[in-house]
């Protein structure tokens, strides 16, 4: 297959375009930037404003992977404009080239879009998909990991000091970037129909946020601490991180927002039929794997 691919600069992305050579398919691929040159991937410059950009890097497709997308700004402007008016015009560019199967990595804030501006926005693009008129499939992870991922790597560096600042108690759900890729590209190559699945490791009920720390803790060889943080205290934390950090803010107030709801665990109802897909990495090996790479970087 020919898979056309938005975000594969990306961490989620550059796990799929690994994967989808792995399986024999040429990539087609959206950058803003100039690329090296690499066996079965067409690099198509442009960016998720540009009409004409979308249509070229649809046309020839079988199917179109939409992974770019905005996790962090500084208004609510900034997330409708990359995930709400850059899904609406990726879909309308398939549409336009004749490509039927479209793929869709939404988001598990999409599910309580009122607890912020991110999660708004994912479920504004998830309408955009569904009037599209495409044969689509939307896929919802929680927090995603892996070696080559920056958001989740302060969690590793406080375990190291032997403390691990949490939301208010709660559970979540993780998933490894590499099963998330095989996912995207299973979701490519097969048609369950518009089904919108909610994926992690396997793990009914995933992880309090005080095991999550202790498995991290495991990761990087140390014990940790888990100090959980009242809400307005987390809210006023992001507040001081995007003012310190700006744009490489880890923790913003709409971040914060989210991470204070108490379930961001997927329902195993609402996982991908076993016989397209089932995760292969278990999430202690799987951090363990990422403070590997953290280590290797010197980003520990």
């Known amino acids: 297959m020919t898979l056309a691919l938005t975000g594969a600069t990306g961490f989620v992305g550059k796990a799929t375009v690994d994967h989808a050579l792995a399986r024999g398919h040429h990539v087609r691929a959206l950058t803003r930037r100039d690329q090296p040159a690499r066996d079965g991937v067409s690099w198509i410059s442009g960016n998720l404003d540009s009409e004409d950009a979308l249509a070229r890097l649809a046309s020839g497709a079988d199917a179109v992977i ?51 501006n991110y999660g708004r ?22 927090g995603v990991y892996g070696p080559g991922d920056m958001e989740m790597r302060d969690v590793f560096r406080m375990a190291k000091l032997g403390f691990v600042i949490l939301p208010p108690a709660g559970r979540i759900s993780l998933i490894h970037v590499h099963d998330l890729a095989r996912l995207l590209v299973a979701m490519a190559e097969s048609d369950p129909g518009r089904h919108i699945y909610e994926c992690d490791d396997g793990v ?74 089932a995760p292969q990495i278990a999430t202690p090996d799987g951090l363990s794997q990422t403070a590997d790479w953290y280590r290797s970087q010197r980003l520990l």
């Open 204 to 277: 009914d009920g995933g992880y309090s946020h005080a095991e999550f720390a202790r498995l991290v803790g495991a990761a990087v060889g140390r014990r940790p601490v888990a100090l959980h943080v009242p809400r307005a205290l987390l809210h006023l934390a992001g507040r001081a991180d995007r003012f310190l950090r700006d744009a490489n803010a880890k923790l913003t107030p709409d971040r914060a927002a989210y991470l204070s709801h108490p379930d961001w665990t997927a329902r195993p109802l609402e996982r991908p039929p076993v016989a397209l897909w």
């Open 121 to 142: 926005s994912k479920e504004r693009a998830e309408d955009e998909v569904r009037k599209s008129g495409l044969d689509w499939t939307m896929i919802r992870p929680p």
């Open 66 to 116: 939409h992974i770019a997308g905005v996790v962090n700004a500084p208004s609510p402007a900034g997330f409708i404009t990359g995930n709400v008016h850059g899904t609406a015009r990726m879909a309308a560019a398939a549409a336009s080239v004749g490509v039927r199967r479209f793929v869709h990595l939404s988001s598990l804030s999409a599910r309580e879009p009122h607890l912020s």
